[in-house]
């Protein structure tokens, strides 16, 4: 089926659900089973606790599954970390029930009742707005865009010394076709008057935070004037699908090339502000320094010395996916090996590979270009001679010329990993 029929499925499938909701039907099969997470879980990987990285590709926890998810890598339950096992990260698209989970306050909501829900847009504009889930679907233009989506804390368990915070491998991340309205398309129907400077968006999720800061609501905030708005999306769909209670039904914010962090989900309110937001979630959590890299160092964050920033686009990055070292490799017989890659600065233009542990390197086969935000496929054809241990490591570049480098890097919030990846694998003998 092509991209517009998927789009326009989709489409029919919200339009009937919106209709439901009128009737004063709860999204129930969306919900359904919600309450009882199915008691069987598989066995964990191999443990790991530290002090040293995490020497696995993903984090170590159990496998378990959620309504609407396969079995996923559980981090917490509350809120709900659940991460993405290597494998579903092998194609440009992550397969809906594979897609990684991020939420975080403990009381997210597990039904929306489609009768009631209403997007809400306020503050200073000239008219303020209550949008059903049947408006945004009629009268606005349906747009789509494939975006990577990937948690900040992506890979925090590689971090020296260790940070606190979800000890997440390389599995916080997805990529989808996400359907929807443009921001910007709302934003002009409710008039946004002079002086405004920042957009905030916040969810239906809620939960028990640090007191007295606020943080019992999920608030994120962009500047009025960040060009990132004009690309910002209103997505009620993800890879033709509804959007899964989990990834945030009915409607959440898609912000290309920018850290999920400000991915809004079950978005119910747009405000305008006409001041800096100075909530929890801006003005404390979130943060990285105002440093290349956002990298720094213990001692000069103790010592005071550090200034930090909101956290904001996602650095280049790629991932060796198959072969994952589970298997021996019989020597003198061609190996495809195969990744993604993405950036947040741009499409990913080109990604290279290594079979001496970065001492030489040879060009990869890029795959389709599904846009400037979405993961990007690669492929390389490795021979391997001689038999023994060899390590294999890729980089990639964007078109705003930025190099995966070879230095880990640090900060307090775990934030902005990107360092060259590395895969070990054995090759024996064919006969």
């Not at 160092?297 to 005071?304: F, K």
């Not at 994952?324 to 890659?341: M, Q, T």
Request: proline share 9%; net charge positive.
């Amino acid at each position: 089926m092509s991209e517009r029929g998927r789009r326009d499925v989709s489409r029919r499938r919200l339009l009937g659900l919106a209709a439901a909701g009128a009737g004063g039907l709860v999204a129930g099969r969306l919900a359904s089973g919600w309450a009882q997470v199915a008691a069987q879980t598989e066995q964990p990987l191999p443990g790991f606790s530290g002090p040293g990285p995490n020497p696995f590709w993903n984090s170590v926890g159990p496998l378990v599954p959620y309504p609407q998810k396969l079995p996923l890598i559980r981090l917490t339950d509350r809120p709900v970390q659940l991460e993405t096992p290597r494998h579903y990260c092998l194609g440009a698209f992550t397969p809906n029930p594979a897609f990684y989970v991020r939420w975080h306050l403990d009381a997210i909501p597990n039904a929306v009742d489609l009768a009631r829900w209403r997007l809400v847009v306020e503050g200073q504009v000239k008219r303020p707005l209550r949008l059903s889930l049947d408006d945004l679907l009629r009268r606005f233009p349906s747009v789509s865009v494939a975006a990577a989506n990937q948690c900040s804390g992506n890979s925090r368990s590689r971090f020296q010394p260790r940070v606190a915070g979800g000890q997440w491998g390389n599995g916080a991340m997805g990529n989808a076709t996400w359907n929807g309205v443009r921001l910007a398309d709302v934003l002009a129907m409710a008039g946004v008057q002079p002086g405004a400077v920042q957009v905030q968006f916040e969810g239906l999720d809620r939960g028990r935070g640090p007191e007295g800061l606020g943080s019992h609501r999920y608030l994120k905030s962009l500047d009025a004037g960040d060009a990132a708005l004009e690309q910002a999306l209103l997505a009620y769909s993800m890879n033709g699908e509804p959007l899964p209670m989990l990834n945030g039904f009915p409607l959440r914010l898609v912000l290309p090339g920018y850290f999920a962090t400000y991915w809004v989900k079950a978005l119910g309110w747009i405000r305008v502000l006409g001041q800096r937001d100075e909530n929890f979630w801006m003005r404390t959590a979130y943060r990285i320094p105002d440093t290349p890299r956002g990298a720094t160092t213990p001692e000069a964050v103790a010592g005071g010395q550090v200034r930090f920033i909101p956290i904001h686009r996602m650095p280049v990055r790629s991932f060796l996916i198959t072969p994952d070292g589970s298997a021996k490799i019989p020597a003198g017989l061609p190996v495809v090996v195969r990744g993604i890659a993405f950036s947040g600065y741009g499409r990913v233009t080109r990604v290279d590979v290594s079979a001496d542990d970065g001492r030489s390197w040879q060009p990869a086969r890029l795959g389709p270009d599904h846009g400037e935000h979405s993961f990007r496929e690669w492929s390389y054809t490795w021979r391997p001679e001689r038999p023994g241990a060899h390590v294999l490591a890729v980089r990639a570049a964007d078109a705003a010329g930025n190099t995966q480098p070879d230095e880990p890097v640090w900060n307090p919030g775990g934030y902005l990993w990107n360092r060259i990846e590395r895969q070990e694998v054995v090759v024996g003998p064919a006969a």
